[in-house]
């Protein structure tokens, strides 16, 4: 099946620094990325959608300029979390599809961020 | 608005059977998916219903009824490896992903 990769999986920073986390689907191409934040014991919230070659799609109440997503190519998107808060701390995951829109997404490893 | 309901929690006994439900109201409807996650773990794909009847893999069914607006998983043959949360997804008619809040389902020995 199609894979989805994440990196880093955890990551410790201290406050006021950024943090940017990868995401690559390694054996299909995906123009479009979705970036999700979970909280523990709850869903996870869409943040905003990463195209390809354009600007990111961000959610109702989610701030692009502290939660940079760049999607430069067909395979690689990346979320930057500016100086980051101990607020900002919490699993990050994201999602692609190969492009068939009856596929599932297919998820990365997610990345447990926490802020100090 | 959008809105996806499933139960919080769930508990069975190892071996038993469980059916985890799922109603939807959505601006359109373009798939329902269901996906298991284990703590700390990103969720993995379990089923995708987009037609109305069940759909079977192994141990795990799902059924869709889309004039109800209702899903439900159904878990056979009960292992402890099943305790975690089941996600309920729905696609809406611009292709997002709408998701439930989860349902974590503890299984006793």
């Known amino acids: 099946g199609a894979v989805v990769s994440q990196h880093p999986s955890r990551v410790i920073c201290k406050s006021g620094t950024s943090v940017k986390i990868e995401c690559r689907s390694l054996?299909?191409?995906?123009?479009?990325m979705f970036w999700y934040r979970q909280f523990p014991k709850q869903s996870l919230m869409l943040m905003a959608t990463s195209n390809e070659g354009s600007k990111a799609t961000y959610e109702q109440g989610v701030e692009k300029d502290k939660f940079l997503i760049n999607h430069a190519s067909l395979t690689l998107s990346t979320l930057t979390v500016t100086s980051a808060h101990p607020e900002d701390s919490s699993f990050y995951i994201c999602?692609?599809?190969?492009?068939?829109?009856?596929?599932?997404?297919?998820f990365g490893q997610g990345t447990r961020l926490t802020v100090v | 608005g959008q809105n996806i309901d499933q139960p919080t929690e769930m508990t069975a006994t190892e071996g038993a059977i469980v059916q985890i439900n799922c109603t939807y109201q959505t601006s359109g409807f373009n798939g329902l998916f269901w996906y298991q996650q284990h703590a700390g773990e990103a969720p993995t794909f379990l089923s995708y219903n987009v037609l109305d009847g069940l759909e079977e893999k192994g141990r795990f069914s799902s059924f869709l009824s889309r004039s109800k607006g209702y899903s439900y998983l159904l878990l056979k043959e009960l292992q402890m490896k099943d305790s975690a949360s089941y996600l309920c997804?729905?696609?809406?008619?611009?292709?997002?992903?709408?998701w439930g809040a989860g349902t974590k389902l503890i299984i006793k020995p």
């Open positions: 999602s692609a599809s190969p492009g068939d829109v009856n596929t599932e997404a297919f």
């Open positions: 997804a729905v696609r809406d008619s611009n292709y997002q992903l709408i």
């Open positions: 054996d299909f191409q995906a123009t479009t």
